[in-house]
């Protein structure tokens, strides 16, 4: 079972990013939990270099980088890459079936 899953729309972003932006290839799709208080937490999404703490997986052909003690906050759940009203960006929701 994966730590996390990708909708095809967020796989398609983020590979058209990692060339757009000529990311190395020792960058993997760090995924992360910023706290701002108690009940507010935000997803945290980008290319960086794992870390000795940090655990690593492949979900889908990406390389993924996570530190463990934030797993609980997204195990089983699904980033999507949405576009609407002429925004558009990386969500976290629940897995859908």
């Known amino acids: 079972m994966n730590i996390i899953h990708l909708t095809a729309a967020a796989i398609q972003a983020i590979n058209e990013y990692k060339i757009n932006l000529q990311i190395p290839a020792t960058h993997y ?20 270099e794992p870390t000795d703490k940090d655990k690593t ?28 009203d002429g925004k558009k960006g990386f969500e976290l929701m629940e897995k859908k079936s």
């Open 57 to 84: 997986v492949e979900v889908e052909g990406i390389q993924i980088v996570y530190h463990p003690g934030q797993a609980l906050f997204f195990a089983g759940m699904q980033i999507d890459f949405l576009e609407r």
């Open 29 to 48: 799709l760090r995924i992360g939990i910023k706290q701002k208080n108690s009940t507010d937490k935000g997803l945290i999404i980008g290319f960086d």
